[in-house]
């Protein structure tokens, strides 16, 4: 399945107009269901590390899937044994005379290129199909959810490079499996397994290695199924999280009457009723 790019396929009918794809570079974009987009890392020989032209082509495709209507899930997975091994280490290597001030401006736009991911209002899951180390574990935690394959290997081992952590992987990783667990694998930098990403929280599911991407597509459907407008502001309510009881109710009070006033609520309600599955149109 290598390849440099693949455009999107005719969205659903009645789903609104997707916009065209630019070409992309180490990098798929797929449409394996209505409303589920598919991005592939695929640079299989390298293990998906984020080449200069996957960077630049991950942007593109951010860029393409905010702006499509179609959209109601992203999966992101890598080609081949590997999710992503992480930064180039060539690229990473190849300025050692350089100072700080210009370090940082190479960093800090490759960061905000990959978590850029963060921005799409709709859910997204990474499908952890082999080694996913440094930054390319930071990808993964900057999706809403991960499931991972039995066998693929975890860890942020930047101390052992002699690098300090980066894109934004002191944020993301305790976010998700907590401070102590976060020290404990930044400061060793010891790879895990997917059952012990599993017990720490660092994934929600594991499964067999051929089963990976069927069942984190089955689970994208699921959610594309779901009520847009109130799955957008959960989201967005769970991302950006609230500092007390009372922002979380100032939050609601407002996104709640906001999905109570759609025409979706309407349908949900009469499909319940109806013993059937509601058909949601993000109005």
Partial sequence: MSGDSLSDSTPAEGAGTAPQLPP????????????????????????????????????????????????????????????????????????????????????????????????????????????AVGAGLCLALACDIRHAARGAR????????GLHPGMAGTHLLPEVVGAAAARDLFLTGRMIDADEALGLGLVSRVTGAEELLPSVLDTAAEIAAAAPIATRLTKVALQRGHSSVETCLDWEGLAQPITLATQDLQEGLRAAAEKRAPRFVGR
Avoid: K, Q
Avoid at 76 to 94: K, Y
């Fill in 24 to 131: 992309l570079e180490h990098l798929r974009l797929e449409r394996p269901s209505p409303g589920v987009a598919l991005l592939v890392l695929d640079l299989p020989d390298l293990r998906n590390a984020m080449s200069e032209e996957m960077t630049s082509s991950w942007v593109v495709a951010i860029d393409h899937l905010a702006a499509d209507p179609t959209v109601r899930a992203v999966v992101v997975t890598g080609e081949g044994r590997a999710f992503c091994s992480g930064g180039n280490t060539a690229w990473l290597a190849s300025e050692p005379d350089a100072g700080v001030d210009r370090l940082r401006e190479r960093m800090l736009p490759f960061y905000r290129a990959w978590l850029s991911i963060r921005r799409l209002e709709v859910p997204t899951i990474a499908a952890v199909n082999g080694a």
């Fill in 154 to 161: 975890m860890g942020v081992p930047f101390t052992r490079l």
